[in-house]
């Protein structure tokens, strides 16, 4: 079935520890995104990337790392995770970014104790 | 000022009333909307898109757009407990300074369909 798979569906994890948020699209779109999802907040964008090997900052980027080796994977980094980093983490990808709607993954709930 | 801009709510309507969710946003330049709903604990999910000013309509619902006014809505006619949600606006992505698109969305407002 093709779309957006996100892993792990969730996970409790110690302060300090390395965590990295896997997301795997099969639709061949250009463009990924990670947001964290805080009650009241919104959606806001962590780390985009417009094509592979390219990624940039989004509004809440600060701990957090991302690469882009190729199309279809988008891994999100925590180097050292704080309590601050729990939420509800979202992966997304649209065909090339601007003009087109964005494909969601099913989140990972990440709580960082 | 916020990018896009959307009442929190929660907004409660009754069983088939129309049930009208808003958004405004701060770049002119933005073409192309986008209205996503979110069950709780799930992913977004795109329901409507519009292009243009003036109306689209897509069985129950029916997107507006007015450009000049930076305004975009979303109405749900003969509403459904069904329909309890939270409503997500979002403009198309944008390029930004120093190259690449980025997709900012509104904070949602969430939707209550009371028997």
């Known amino acids: 079935i093709a779309g957006i798979t996100q892993a792990p569906t969730s996970q409790i994890l110690a302060a300090g520890r390395r965590m990295t948020l896997r997301c795997t699209q099969d639709?061949?779109?250009?463009?990924m995104y990670w947001y964290r999802q805080d009650l009241g907040l919104g959606l806001r964008l962590i780390h985009y990337?417009?094509?592979?090997?390219?990624?940039g900052k989004g509004e809440v980027p600060d701990g957090y790392s991302v690469s882009r080796a190729n199309t279809d994977d988008f891994p999100l980094t925590l180097a050292s995770a704080v309590p601050s980093q729990t939420s509800v983490y979202f992966c997304?990808?649209?065909?090339?970014?601007?003009?087109?709607?964005?494909?969601f993954g099913q989140g990972t709930r990440l709580t960082v104790v | 000022q916020k990018e896009v801009e959307q009442n929190s709510g929660p907004l409660s309507v009754p069983e088939g009333a129309i049930a009208s969710l808003n958004c405004t946003y701060s770049?002119?330049?933005?073409?192309?909307f986008f209205w996503y709903r979110q069950y709780s604990g799930k992913s977004p999910e795109l329901i409507m898109s519009?292009?243009?000013?003036g109306d689209k309509e897509d069985g129950r619902f029916t997107a507006q757009l007015n450009k000049a006014s930076q305004y975009v809505s979303l109405l749900i006619r003969d509403s459904q407990p069904s329909d309890s949600a939270t409503y997500l606006c979002?403009?198309?992505?944008?390029?930004?300074?120093?190259?690449?698109?980025?997709?900012?969305f509104g904070t949602g407002t969430q939707l209550k369909v009371e028997l």
């Open positions: 990337s417009n094509t592979a090997g390219t990624t």
């Open positions: 770049d002119r330049g933005s073409q192309s």
């Open positions: 519009i292009y243009s000013n």
């Open positions: 997304a990808s649209s065909e090339s970014g601007e003009g087109t709607e964005a494909f």
């Open positions: 639709m061949r779109h250009n463009a």
């Open positions: 979002a403009p198309e992505a944008r390029k930004i300074t120093g190259g690449g698109n980025k997709l900012t």
